[in-house]
């Protein structure tokens, strides 16, 4: 059943590249769809993380309310380290804190590390395991509680859903 659920993943995301970067033509897609089949005929077995979605309602929801929100904490990141910018004194207080996440998916813990690098202010070093190591612009706590819940919370309860 993985494998199945692995193909269909990996068949519906080549074939989704394919309508967004080709022309939308009747003959481009049927090509599309012959070259997506046989991509993942031959690679679905080496895409491992893409057996790690979960393929139901709520999750393809909390994927969509995820983008918004992952796009919400770019813009007040922005803002944050605009301010700071602008400042003259530039009160910062740069380090590297530890953060614990809760999501058992590699593909998750992914996804987590890109979104915390993608928000200005804050940059992924290190993973291991539950366990990142997180640059930090301005830290508030150096506490792993009080960090977590800064910089993870937002993202890691939509990925919990969607990668389990």
């Avoid at 929801?61 to 983008?67: E, Q």
Wanted: aromatic residues 14%; hydrophobic residues 50%.
């Amino acid at each position: 059943m993985k494998d199945f659920k692995r193909f269909i993943v990996l068949f519906v995301i080549l074939c989704i590249f394919w309508i967004l970067f080709a022309g939308k033509e009747f003959n481009e897609l049927i090509l599309g769809f012959v070259a997506s089949l046989i991509i993942t005929i031959l690679f679905y077995k080496k895409a491992f993380i893409f057996g790690e979605f979960n393929l139901n309602p709520k999750a393809i929801a909390y994927f969509v309310f995820y983008i918004f929100i992952l796009l919400i904490e770019i813009i007040k990141s922005n803002i944050a380290v605009a301010k700071l910018v602008i400042q003259p004194t530039l009160p910062i207080n740069p380090g590297i804190v530890k953060v614990k996440t809760k999501l058992k998916s590699r593909l998750g813990r992914i996804i987590l590390a890109n979104s915390i690098t993608l928000t200005p202010g804050t940059l992924t070093i290190e993973t291991k395991d539950d366990e990142f190591y997180i640059h930090w612009i301005d830290v508030t706590s150096e506490n792993i509680d009080e960090a977590t819940n800064s910089i993870v919370q937002n993202f890691e309860k939509y990925l919990e859903v969607i990668f389990g």
